[in-house]
């Protein structure tokens, strides 16, 4: 079985200081991994790298076969938009589009034009998440953890589109969450 996700090697060094060293892990779809430790040891460095979100220094890192650590930005661009979704510990939800349009965002970045079926998608996580009465609202009406369900919901909007292979909930499927760990979680498992 081919693994999901590979880490070969992996180093990351900021300002000459080394935060991650030959750092390597090999993960298969439905597995569970959690990434622990104290303030400062490079679980954030790691979960960048692994998103594209950074560069590594040295190593590999391989999604669906595909190695990616060395990939222009374009095609990065294209496999964090077709095969990663993130929750963010920051949430990173945008203050002029309501919260409808915030979930549906990742459907318009893959090409949907409809949009009673990008609103469809979206109503239906903002359900999911116990967030459907406020689909009009706006960020800046939302608590922080409205605002961290908004996220989740948009990170599975991908789910209504999947990919091959990805970093979201799409079972038996591998997602990103910040700062906590990697994880492959259903949906019912968080509420």
Known sequence: MQHLLEIDRLARR???RSVL???SLQLRAGEYVA??????????TLLNLIAGLDRPDGGRLVLDGVDYSQLDEAALTRLRRDKLGFIFQAFHILPHLNILQNVALPLWLQGEKNSAVSDAAARQLLNAVGLGDRHA???RE???GEMQRVAI????CWQMNPPAISTRPTPPKCWLCWPSGFARRAPSEFW
Do not use: M, T
Request: no cysteine; aromatic share 12%.
């Open 14 to 16: 900021f300002n000459g």
């Open 21 to 23: 060293r030959d750092v």
């Open 35 to 44: 990434i622990v430790g104290e303030s400062g040891v490079g679980k954030s």
């Open 137 to 139: 609202s706006w960020p």
């Open 142 to 144: 939302l608590s922080g």
């Open 153 to 156: 919901a948009r990170a599975w």
